[in-house]
């Protein structure tokens, strides 16, 4: 959903100084009544700032400040222990320094040593907001007391020039982290350590970033939950202070001795790569400049906390990570793997009925139906609007939709509307529910903090009051969706502008709640002055007719949408140096690089204050995370039986045990398209496996060739929805009758492999594996796929090569592992891939309506018949797809339950197993399931096939071969599997003369 978004697309486009934004001129024409009130627009206007990277007046820390000296240093089980003093006076650049700190290194597993640092005179010296909560946010401890020894990773620390320490790889001898040659800076709002790295390094993760995968060595990441649609390398929803740091060697002579490199020039030799991960545990805005040889962390507040997994694979990393830190991703219901259709501006139910309508018309399956923040009365949580989305055709909608087996999904916001004290009509029952029980954020006076949103003035849910101080927060929002619920009968719930959003700096409403309601300081799309006909690149080329016509309405709105006046920059920027014993919470003398500039811009202050005391300063991170936990627990308590599904917009470390994640407010561009590849593949390596972008675009009028590509690419996340933006043109996957065709082809992949995702899904959730996978994580010997993330892998099985070009008929990929023996088969025609040496791009096929789709060697993938919904798909008779490696084998498995139950009373695992001359399937567990084996297709046999028995039984007629292609068809088996495909053990085989 959608906020300010084209004005902020348009200042990407030209590169518009933030702070000019909201001077745009805004006249005070209004779609609605002209009683509405519009917040001028310098109510979200903060201090000019200029971020400290790209100040010329900033002075380096490392110029000025003198580290700490260890001393004190034991021996402990699992570890040391050391006193860090300040070297000298200090340099209390940004900060006041923290005069004494402790060292805790702690080996905490076989593969995971945590080092943090700390002040040591917690809530004496300094107040406790140092330390991160382990309630709040869990602290990974000792899993095993004699993990010590069989670790790989050893610790050193020097005390010249000043402390620093190296974490070191033993059975390589690489340094995979050293802070020596910087100063450790520690500050009580500024906090500066890193690493220097080697040469063309391959780094990965720190989100959330709309960037390529790797992150080269040129960038500053700086983490502040922020409501920015989706600019390139800006700071945007989600906060994940981890990266993955995987190094290539050459293995080279007899004794196989390892040489790092940098650059894979020879594409014949052989290499060997290592992986580790290294996350910081702060919650904390701060950033991370990647520079050619090393990086640098800065935090404003928190502790050092650091957590070294050694891998030495990613797949080692991410599932490690999971497992200690961020807990795993929860099991999904089946049906929220079908497809979702959403848009901001559908008017009414009858336009909702008419949606599912025409998705029924031209036979595309449509899974869910969702309403943006439409369907409230005045952008009200928990109510509907009377006249659009009155609750008794509501309630017959839903109720009709469920009946087939589909589902409805409405949007939920964060801020929640105080109402006109002085105008009794206004009442808002949640608003006065909430603050019975103490639910709302306040000022640091005490007073209630009053920002503004789509309602008009909000208060903001205290989450943290719930955790340090008994306010009934979570209660309260768990009864307000229960409530809602009895009306509206969703079936899970859409979170936004959670970073937290607000429409004005500070507490804006306080003196003036009369007023409401407010709209905003910027134009909604689609209002008066507001037209802005974006279209994708190469628009006019295929989409001629359209084109015509979108430039002659273009042209007419042109004038209204004249650019506003740029602005000089003024120089003077607000700058603000430490005060002794206390600290600058709203203007931090460190300033970051976020995208608004003034950190109380576009969203709630600094200084709001939580029931019992603490800060945003220091939370403002976990408003998103907070949300999505209460949220989760209130469809729990109103379900609870039942797997919450929850998608989310802002998020922390750890919120993916709760929610999914969509990539945002993206746009209606091929870059976009590119971008959610690499935002999915980042989402994986931070423990999202449920993830997926607007499809075709949210901001901007998608075309009919972008979203046919497009609807064909989503087809192969886990998350699969098409929403758009108010005020664009229509772009559900029917608009264009070639998006239909590509549409139906894809979701007939989508559907049939559903057994085959959801399986894979089971196993992220049950072991952290990741569904959506990068080449390199899957070939880790191979150094020119540190690169690649124009394509992906979906599971261990399925590869797909997406055509990202405006007006391209081929797409150039490669096939990952074919220099060591890996086969990959066109998943259309079944056919080897033949020919491909390692490393090389080839041109592969790739006409509009058509998706490169190649399954690899080595797996049999389960799949059932594509049907309209989940449910009938579900309901539909099995085949498998043996694909044969090089050496003739193959395996796999297949998870089954209802597809509901958070604790499921029944479950099956399918072991799958093949050889040249057979396929068995062992069948492990209690859920019985009915269906029939249809199919099973065999793939990569080395001659004809002569014979089939099934169990023993010859299988006379009902298999085909096609001799060219090695390709054995089994189609007789339903007689054989009536009582259910996998209520025993099944054995085929087959015989060559
Ligand atoms: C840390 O590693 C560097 C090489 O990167 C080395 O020069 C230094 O001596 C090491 N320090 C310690 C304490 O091991
Ligand atoms: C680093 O990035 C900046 C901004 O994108 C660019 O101006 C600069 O040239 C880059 N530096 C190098 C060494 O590539």
Redesign the pocket.
């Known amino acids: 959903m959608a906020r300010r978004v084209s004005i902020v697309f348009l200042a990407a486009l030209l590169g518009w100084f933030a702070g000019v934004l909201s001077q745009s001129p805004t006249t005070t024409t209004d779609t609605r009544a002209d009683t509405v009130f519009t917040l001028p627009p310098n109510a979200d206007v903060g201090l000019p700032v200029i971020p400290n990277i790209q100040d010329p007046l900033a002075i380096d820390p490392q110029s000025v400040c003198t580290g700490y000296k260890a001393s004190k240093v034991r021996n402990v089980s699992n570890g040391i222990t050391a006193d860090l003093s300040l070297i000298g006076e200090g340099c209390n650049l940004y900060g006041n320094d923290v005069k004494d700190l402790t060292l805790v290194v702690e080996y905490q597993a076989a593969d995971r040593l945590h080092v943090e640092i700390m002040p040591k005179y917690i809530g004496k010296e300094n107040s406790s907001w140092f330390i991160l909560p382990g309630e709040l946010i869990p602290k990974p401890g000792v899993d095993d007391k004699d993990c010590t020894s069989k670790s790989d990773l050893a610790f ?3 005390n010249r020039p000043s402390f ?3 974490v070191t790889r033993k059975s390589t001898g690489d ?1 995979l982290f ?1 802070t ?1 040659g910087a100063h450790l800076v520690y500050e009580d709002q500024f906090i500066e350590f890193g690493s ?1 790295l080697p040469e063309n390094y391959n780094l990965y993760g720190l989100g959330e970033v709309i960037h390529g995968l790797r992150l080269g060595n040129n960038l500053t990441r700086t983490l502040f939950n922020a409501d920015v649609g989706d600019i390139i390398d800006a700071n945007i929803y989600g906060h994940h202070p981890i990266y993955y740091d995987t190094r290539y060697f050459k293995v080279g002579g007899k004794s196989e001795k390892l040489t790092y490199a940098p650059k894979a020039t020879d594409k014949s030799a052989k290499y060997k790569s290592y992986t580790h991960g290294v996350f910081n545990r702060n919650v904390h805005n701060q950033e991370v400049l990647l520079k050619e040889s090393n990086i640098t962390w800065r935090a404003l507040g928190g502790t050092i906390d650091l957590y070294f997994y050694e891998g030495p694979t990613q797949d080692k990393v991410t599932k490690s990570y999971q497992r200690s830190a961020i807990g795993l991703p929860p099991m999904q219901q089946l049906w929220t793997f079908g497809f979702h259709q959403c848009r901001w501006g559908y008017k009414n139910w009858k336009e909702l009925q008419s949606v599912v309508d025409s998705f029924k018309k031209f036979e595309i399956p449509l899974e869910t139906i969702w309403t943006d923040i439409d369907y409230m009365n005045q952008y009200r949580n928990f109510e509907n609007d009377h006249v659009q989305f009155p609750y008794g055709e509501g309630a017959r909608f839903i109720s009709k939709i469920h009946d087939n087996n589909q589902h409805y999904i409405p949007i939920v916001d964060s801020a929640i509307y105080i109402p006109n004290p002085d105008n009794a009509s206004d009442g808002y029952p949640t608003y006065d529910r909430g603050a019975k029980e103490n639910s709302f954020m306040l000022n640091p006076d005490g007073s209630t903090y009053i920002g503004a949103v789509w309602p008009g003035y909000t208060v903001y849910p205290d989450w943290l009051g719930a955790l340090f101080n008994s306010t009934g927060t979570n209660k309260w929002w768990s009864s307000e969706i229960s409530t809602y619920h009895e009306k509206i009968k969703f079936d899970g719930i859409w979170i936004d502008m959670s970073e937290v959003s607000s429409f004005c700096v500070g507490s804006c409403g306080s003196k003036n709640t009369i007023l409401n309601p407010v709209h905003p300081s910027f134009k909604l799309p689609g209002e008066p002055g507001n037209k802005i006909f974006d279209y994708p690149e190469g628009f006019n080329i295929t989409n001629a007719t359209e084109a015509a016509s979108a430039s002659a309405a273009a042209s007419s709105q042109s004038a209204a949408a004249s650019p506003a006046a740029t602005s000089s920059i003024s120089a003077l920027y607000h700058r603000t140096t430490p005060t002794p014993g206390a600290r600058n919470i709203n203007w931090p003398p460190y300033t970051i690089n976020n995208f608004a500039g003034d950190l109380g811009v576009h969203a709630v202050s600094p200084n709001a204050t939580h029931h019992g005391g603490t800060q945003e300063y220091d939370f403002h991170n976990v408003f998103g995370h907070q949300i999505l936990n209460a949220t989760y627990h209130a469809l729990l308590d109103l379900f609870p039986t039942k797997r919450p599904f929850i998608i989310g917009r802002s998020q922390l470390f750890g919120s993916s045990k709760w929610a999914g994640h969509w990539g945002g407010d993206n746009y209606s561009l091929w870059s976009y398209m590119f971008f959610s590849i690499p935002q999915a593949l980042s989402y994986s390596l931070f423990g999202f496996p449920m993830f997926g972008v607007d499809t075709c675009g949210f901001a901007g009028n998608a075309d009919m060739e972008l979203c046919s590509r497009w609807m064909q690419l989503s087809a192969f996340f886990p998350f699969y929805r098409n929403h758009n933006a108010a005020g664009g043109i229509s772009q559900e996957p029917y608009v264009w009758s070639e998006v239909i065709k590509a549409s139906k082809i894809a979701m007939k992949i989508r559907y049939a492999l559903l057994p085959y995702m959801y399986t894979t899904f089971y196993l992220s959730h049950s072991t952290g594996s990741t569904t959506m996978r990068a080449l390199a994580w899957d070939f880790p010997d191979e150094p020119w796929l540190a690169n690649a993330d124009r394509q992906f892998l979906l599971g261990d099985a399925v590869l797909v090569t997406p055509c990202l070009e405006q007006g391209a008929t081929t797409v150039k990929g490669l096939f990952p592992g074919v220099g060591s023996g890996t086969v990959w088969y066109d998943w259309y025609n079944l056919s080897a891939i033949t020919g491909v040496t390692a490393g090389q791009n080839v041109t592969i096929d790739a006409p509009l309506g058509h998706i490169p789709v190649f399954v690899k060697g080595g797996n049999v993938v389960p799949l059932q018949q594509p049907r309209m919904t989940i449910a009938d798909t579900r309901k539909s008779s099995w085949s498998l797809l043996a694909a044969l490696d090089g050496k003739g084998k193959a395996g796999g498995g297949l998870y089954l339950d209802d597809g509901e139950s958070l604790v499921p009373n029944a479950t099956t695992w399918v072991d799958f197993s093949a050889t040249e001359t057979s396929l068995k399937a062992v069948p492990s567990g209690n859920f019985t399931d009915m269906n029939m084996l249809a199919n099973v297709t065999i793939i990569g046999l080395p001659e004809r096939v002569h014979g089939v028995q099934f169990d023993g039984v010859e299988v006379k007629s009902g298999w085909t071969m096609d001799g060219d292609s090695k390709v054995l068809t089994i189609t007789g088996l339903a007689a054989y599997t009536v009582d259910g495909a996998w209520n025993k053990e099944r054995n085929l085989s087959w015989r060559f003369e």
Do not use: C, K, L
Request: no cysteine.
């Open positions: 050193s620390w020097s620093s320490f190296n340094v050293t020596m220097s």
